[in-house]
């Protein structure tokens, strides 16, 4: 039997992070439990002179292949007066931001495709993408008893996997969770995915089915568990998803699969032209939606 995360919980460490370099801008480098009770690395940024007072949360999740990251690269929402905690992502950073967390709930044993997407794939237990889903439920919760954090005020966002991960927090955290933001969001409804996606990461997945035969019924079942197009009907928070309708990597209508399934309060940004990225003029209407929500 598999302990829950909250069984084999230790507390969060805080570690105040160069204050030298960041002056005014407090930032703290933070290790907590997440999946099986493994630590997960992240960075939590508080608004220059919040002192002690309660300011709302937004818990950010990274794109496939990256990892937390440095904090200079989160200073945008802190700068406008909310508090940013970026989750880092197990046994991925390096291809275009760096990461510190490795996957050391890693188990079992089975042929993979490079990359994680198809690791542990026969089991939703040893799946990868059951794991971080897992941490990502983690890190709400330990957010929310981060100094300074105000419980009543969390958004969750992220672009691609990230925007995956918000949908999946949002959808796990119940009404912790007031705001979802999810851009052009990956993980969602896979087995549409899978057959009509162009390029990675969900064709990691494709190629290596077309391998292993055999493991296709098992794979498509796992798969089954972690699609947030399946757990967006579960969400309460305030949603805000984008889509770019000439989109290869997370077909379009992959994320109108997860839009149509939300039954709280919800709006969709469509870029006609747009492919697997967000407009900028999308980052300040988000920016205006958190002040309005938060």
């Known amino acids: 039997m598999v302990p829950t995360p909250r069984a084999v919980a230790k507390p969060a460490e805080l570690v105040r992070y160069r204050p030298d370099t960041y002056g005014p801008l407090p930032v703290w480098d933070v290790e907590f439990s997440g999946a099986n009770g493994d630590r997960i690395r992240g960075w939590y940024l508080r608004p220059p002179g919040s002192g002690e007072e309660a300011a709302p949360l937004v818990v950010t999740f990274i794109g496939y292949g990256g990892g937390r990251g440095l904090p200079?690269?989160?200073?945008?929402?802190?700068?406008?007066?909310?508090?940013?905690?970026?989750?880092?992502v197990r046994g991925q950073g390096g291809r275009w931001t760096v990461g510190a967390t490795g996957d050391p709930g890693r188990t079992g044993s089975g042929p993979e495709f490079p990359g994680v997407m198809t690791r542990g794939i026969a089991d939703p237990l040893t799946y990868y993408c059951t794991r971080l889903i897992t941490d990502a439920v983690c890190a709400v919760e330990v957010a929310a008893r981060l100094p300074g954090a105000d419980p009543d005020r969390i958004a969750v966002r992220g672009v691609s996997q990230g925007g995956g991960l918000a949908l999946a927090a949002a959808a796990l955290s119940g009404d912790a969770v007031r705001v979802c933001?999810?851009?052009?969001?990956?993980?969602?409804?896979?087995?549409?995915?899978?057959?009509?996606?162009?390029s990675p990461p969900y064709t990691e997945i494709s190629d290596f089915l077309a391998q292993h035969v055999d493991l296709v019924p098992a794979a498509l079942d796992t798969l089954r568990y972690v699609d947030c197009a399946l757990l967006a009907r579960r969400i309460t928070a305030q949603c805000l998803l984008s889509v770019g309708l000439m989109d290869e990597v997370c077909p379009p209508s992959t994320v109108y699969a997860a839009y149509h399934e939300i039954r709280a309060p919800k709006e969709l940004a469509v870029s006609p032209f747009g492919g697997h990225d967000v407009p900028r003029a999308h980052s300040e209407y988000q920016l205006s939606r958190l002040r309005a929500s938060l």
């Open 72 to 88: 200079v690269d989160h200073t945008a929402l802190p700068s406008a007066g909310f508090s940013v905690f970026v989750m880092d």
């Open 181 to 198: 933001h999810a851009d052009v969001p990956f993980l969602c409804d896979f087995q549409r995915a899978v057959t009509v996606a162009g």
